[in-house]
């Protein structure tokens, strides 16, 4: 009768040869996707999830948000800052003037390692408080060319207005 290895054991075996990997490969900075080491070790989600959360408590690599694992090197400097601290950043770092291009939600992700997703999400949340300004503002001053002012009610401030038609 043959033993089988238990899940605890094959999680281990599968993060020690990922672990050679990085070791042997200087150049690698993204581990395998869970996608990938469960159709090169035929294993589960569960078991490659395992194996991920053994290297980044052995120090070997960290969890990138909508993005695949960073290998983590001895004396290298990561921004672990939220992104949209980062991505703020961009505007200081490229000396942005008012009105300027700002890089695409593509090429912020492309710059910072992540999914296109993740790039989107973060400039939304960074700046939200400014969209509902500029929101605001666009309100103000095509009021009277769209929209007209609803007078009859009492609690109405007459900002928003109604569409013409």
């Keep these: 009768m ?3 290895a238990s899940p605890r054991e094959t999680f281990l075996k599968i993060a020690d040869a990922v672990k050679a990997r990085v070791e042997t490969d200087p150049n690698m900075t993204e581990l395998p996707s869970a996608a990938d080491l469960m159709s090169e070790y035929k294993i589960s989600r569960g078991v490659a999830l395992r194996a991920f959360a053994a290297l980044h408590k052995d120090g070997v690599a960290e969890p990138v948000p909508g993005g695949r694992w960073r290998v983590v090197r001895a004396g290298e400097r990561t921004d672990r800052r939220p992104l949209g ?5 961009v505007i200081a770092d490229e000396r942005l003037e008012v009105g300027a291009a ?12 992540v999914s296109r997703p993740w790039s989107t999400t973060a ?3 960074r700046y939200q408080h400014m969209v509902d ?18 007078a009859d009610r009492p609690d109405d401030d007459g900002a928003a207005g109604a569409l013409l038609v």
């Design 85 to 89: 601290e980062r991505i703020a950043d």
């Design 2 to 4: 043959s033993q089988q």
């Design 102 to 113: 700002f890089p695409s939600a593509s090429v912020l992700a492309e710059r910072f390692g």
């Design 133 to 150: 300004a500029v929101r605001t503002d666009i309100a103000k001053q095509v009021d009277g060319l769209l929209l007209k002012p609803e």
């Design 123 to 125: 400039m939304a949340a």
